[in-house]
């Protein structure tokens, strides 16, 4: 392939942050979210959406600059975006790569789907708490009422 | 060493096994003499149980303060939201707090679901369950247990038929997962619109448990050994006639029944789901099934409070 014809990097390297590339394409604003992103101390993020990918045919990456996303923040994004990969960058070198790993239980997150459930009563000192029962189609089940919530259920929440 | 019956709460029928429903049936088989007052007790002299009924309840109520005084304890309470502080906007977990520092146990009903677990993550004496919305209703489920099993001497084996509401009846979604521990035919009777929850269909074929589901009441009424029924209400339809014309085809009667070897259950309240001309013939046992609950509870009350 010619040199000019090749595909160029459409976003800038950060120095110091987070970058999560292979994001479900069209869910990196869900991530955000997530993420409670942007905040007062994290002003730059940059966002790639729907572009292509060897592993996912289509993507999102985010890059967040500035801030080393910790594990544990990133354990629920595989709630949306199963797929998704963390590098860790300082001074434009990764110095960290893995993979998000969705947890057998998640907090808060997400609402139960049943307006009877106790965790959606604003009255009573309680979050919301799913155990994953299964990871591929996801499927949560409400820790105290048993509903069973799915893939589209979840996401749905996030539009 | 197995610890049988090595609870604290009982929430869920689900997190008990089998060897752990034996053996309460069989704790309540020996308590039946003190239940029936022939023998005296005070294994729970001195203890003090918490009702706190959200909703309103009858037997369920009456039978855990009879269970409990039959055994030489006492009982505080209330029995609806109105008369409790709920109604000034207190919470249901500062509620529960406030029971916990007075009593030895608490017993909870309301209508939201998920409430006993919650509480029982935030409090530490034994909670109990008592109905949760459209949820669980682990103790009515035991004593269902107790009278088939008083009734046949066995539950293996049976073919067991619920019929009715079987999408909100809290105390039939309890009863599938409890027979699903046993070797039984279950078959789910109800109308499209009431089938039975999704919830509970994933868990029983996710244990290999079979089940048959059936809308018409006649296919199967020479087969089974049991017919379990439960009320089809009114508010789950909004179309009145539509009602009434489902309601009709799930009438439990003499007629339907007569010369069949079969008992017919109830956890009452019944309105017109059983008809009268059912009460003085051998097929009945749901009032029997009333009077179990105290025995039944009376067991469970002696192995979470003493």
Redesign the interface.
Known sequence: MPLENKPKLKIKPIKNGTVIDHITANKSLHVLKILNLPNKENKNITIAMNVSSNEIKRKDILKIENRELKSSELDQVALIAPKSTINIIRDYNIVKKEKISLKDEINSIIKCINNKCITNNENEPINSKFQIISKAPIIARCYYCDKLISKDEINKQFE | MVHIFNFNDII?IKDLKREDIDYIIDEAFKLEKVAKSEENSDTLNGKILGMMFFEPSTRTKLSFETSMKRLGGECIGFENSITSSVAK?E???DTAKMFEAYCDGLVIRH?????S??ISDIVNVPIINAG?????HPTQTLLDLYTIKKEFKKIDGLKIALVGDLKYGRTVHSLAYALGLYDVEMYFVSPKELKMP??IL?DLEKNNISYYEEENLKNIVDKVDVLYVTRIQKERFGDIEEYLKIKSRYIINKELINGKNLIVMHPLPRIDEISQDVDNTKYNKYFEQAFNAVPMRMAILKQLLK
Do not use: L, W
């Open positions: 869920t906007g919470s249901i977990a209508e939201i679901e998920g409430v677990k919650f949760d919305g459209a949820g669980q999704n919830e994933h």
